[in-house]
């Protein structure tokens, strides 16, 4: 196994609600940075729910994300663009720190021609030596700013212990107050936002020393690592430190002497290691290595367990006094410094899992029904409340389309996919975040409208995400990452670069005759599940060979049907279904058979 990366999202909600709520005390709206995540929409929404008044990134790859996810905050770029990239900022942020006059004319110029007005932060540099006007040139930038006529200045904003390592005081942040004052004394306007920093400036925030007149944080460290390292002797005990944990697994445990034998060079990265001669010591190597993350900056949870070093791809461990003792094949996990989480994030070997720490109620045993007239009489010749029953489920019919309750599983049926669109963006407004197993022949991702015959239910997941440039139907709480598609055989050329372009997971006949169902289905069960509150299974009896019908096009097997049909009972995540193509002149056998997929699903088993 391994390495993975476990994020708990619970974690992180509490610890952006435990910022929020201090800040709000000094009239501060705090922004939450998703940077060190590369802009995890489930992190975004985990930050959101804690209270966040919007989100900040520096990355546009990140902001894409966030945005192609449904969610609609206020996001803010914390770095200036390049040139070629101004257009997108225009378009996709709602402010922006800038601190370049030639980039801001740019911005000013190209809003202008689209006929908007984008709000900067001025950035300040106040003796950190990165980013920031330096301070007597600022009254003349922001006249300068004052004649363009696309952007406005929303605020005034500095950065700290980022290069230089100064630290936020009362005399820097008073600093920048003061400048805040003559801007608005120049302008004759006041000043939306004055951003006092990073996670480094709550330290000053809680000792009650933060200068009036400070409104805006801009905070990642401390919500995603509990700020370790802005509080560092001195840690805010509410904040939980555990959201990130690293985890790989041991492919050998030996002992061996602990001074290498043999004439001494240079490492692998050229360096000249040093050793200590401890005697015989039993030392394993882990999966994780410098390709993967900063290994210095990993700290086991496991007592006894200490780092050594490590090359590329092999993480060396003194494991002696592992209690308990460690053999191979065990797992080991990291806690991470915010370099170490960084670069973690950022490899692409690395797993990255995040869990919501949702407290486990008991299974729902009601099931909701909702179907149209056609789809509702097979359900009623096929006896499926009745079967249900058997199962220990209550069973409710309704014909509305909406009665659902938090606990109880629902079921909808129609003639097309028009029933997923619905089914699906009702399972989205009871879940803060829903997945989605989209089992079909098609993708059902074309655009809408664009040819008048194109049969509405062919374009369902376009809308459900929001990919016709409209908030999808099943949005925000439906991302593209948690899609996936299982068994498609045709995809028109416009979907095909749909699907490459969005987040959606493909697995398509190819896929599955390689991998086999199964497989395929613990990876489908991954993408649905991961951050979401459980997800919803749309199938169409088109993805399956059954009866003449699809006979010979390549479909999935009813037996790998059924396959697919018991993982997902199995997985316990299924909180709605939906079956389609239920029309009253469907044949009888795939009519029942779609009925018995249905039972499959919800944990019919053969004993
Ligand atoms: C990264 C960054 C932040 C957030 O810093 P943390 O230490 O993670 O809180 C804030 N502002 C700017 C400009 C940044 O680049």
């Known amino acids: 196994m391994g390495p993975q990366i476990a994020i708990d999202l619970g974690c992180i909600e509490r610890n952006a609600r435990t910022v929020v709520d201090l800040c709000n005390r000094s009239g501060i709206k705090v922004f939450g940075v998703t940077k060190g995540t590369c802009g995890m929409p489930q992190v975004a929404r985990a930050m959101l729910r804690g209270g966040v008044a919007g989100i900040a990134e520096s990355r546009f790859e990140n902001i894409r994300r966030l945005r192609d996810s449904g969610i609609s905050c206020p996001i803010m770029l914390l770095r200036s663009p390049p040139m070629a990239r101004v257009e997108e900022v225009v378009r996709t942020v709602d402010i922006s720190l800038q601190s370049e006059l030639a980039t801001i004319r740019e911005i000013a110029r190209v809003a202008e021609r689209m006929g908007r ?24 930038t922001v006249e300068k700013i004052l004649e363009l006529r696309g952007v406005r200045i929303a605020g005034l904003g500095t950065n700290l212990t980022c290069f230089g390592a ?29 951003s006092g920093g990073n996670s480094s400036s709550l330290p000053l925030l809680k000792a009650g020393r933060m200068p009036a007149g400070i409104n805006n944080l801009r905070i990642g460290e401390a919500i995603l690592q509990g700020g370790v390292d802005a509080f560092r002797a001195d840690p805010w005990p509410e904040l939980e430190t555990d959201a990130f944990r690293l985890t790989g697994e041991l492919i050998e445990v030996k002992l061996k002497p602990s001074l290498p034998i043999g004439e001494a060079g240079f490492d692998a990265f050229g360096k000249r290691p040093l050793f200590v001669d401890e005697g015989d010591r039993l030392r394993a190597i882990a999966n994780i290595g410098r390709e993967d993350t900063i290994v210095e900056g990993l700290t086991p949870i496991q007592k006894g367990v200490r780092v050594l070093g490590a090359s590329s791809d092999h993480l060396v461990l003194d494991v002696t006094d592992a209690d308990p003792a460690l053999a191979v094949g065990d797992s080991v996990s990291f806690r991470m410094d915010y370099g170490a989480l960084l670069t973690a994030m950022t490899s692409e070997y690395v797993e990255k899992t995040p869990i919501q720490d949702t407290e486990t109620i008991a299974p729902p045993k009601v099931v909701v029904i909702d179907a149209e007239p056609a789809a509702s009489q097979l359900l009623v010749r096929y006896a499926i409340d009745a079967r249900l029953q058997a199962m220990d489920y209550d069973v409710a019919m309704t014909g509305d389309g909406e009665a659902m309750s938090d606990t109880s599983l629902r079921l ?60 999808g139907a099943a949005q925000p709480q439906l991302s593209p990452e948690n899609v996936v598609l299982v068994g498609l055989r045709h995809a028109d050329p416009a979907e095909a670069r749909l699907l490459k372009s969005s987040r959606i997971s493909v697995f398509t006949m190819a896929e599955i005759d390689a991998s086999g169902m199964r497989d395929v289905m613990r990876e489908a069960l991954k993408v649905a599940s991961s951050g979401t509150r459980g997800f919803h299974v749309s199938y169409s009896p088109s993805a399956t060979e059954m009866h003449g019908w699809s006979k010979g096009a390549g479909g999935i097997t009813v037996r790998e049907t059924h396959q697919a049909m018991e993982t997902i009972a199995l997985n316990g995540g299924m909180i709605s279904m939906n079956v389609s193509g239920l029309t009253r002149d469907l044949d009888e056998h795939i009519a029942s058979e779609a009925v018995n997929f249905v039972m499959s699903a919800f944990g019919k088993r053969i004993l």
């Open 412 to 471: 909808s049926a129609g003639e097309d996919r028009r029933v997923a669109l619905r089914a699906v963006a009702a399972s989205a407004r009871n879940a803060d975040a829903l997945g989605l197993i989209w089992i079909d022949s098609i993708a059902a991702l074309m655009p809408p409208n664009t040819t008048p015959d194109l049969r509405p239910d062919f374009s369902a997941l376009t809308r459900l995400l929001g990919l016709d440039g409209r908030l």
């Open 117 to 140: 007005i984008h709000d900067i932060i001025v950035m300040v540099d106040l003796g950190d030596l990165r980013e920031g006007i330096w301070p007597n040139d600022l009254l003349p």
């Open 166 to 194: 100064i630290v936020p005081t009362e005399e820097n942040l008073g600093q920048l107050v003061a400048h805040a004052y003559k801007i608005e004394r120049l302008t004759g306007v006041g000043l939306d936002w004055v």
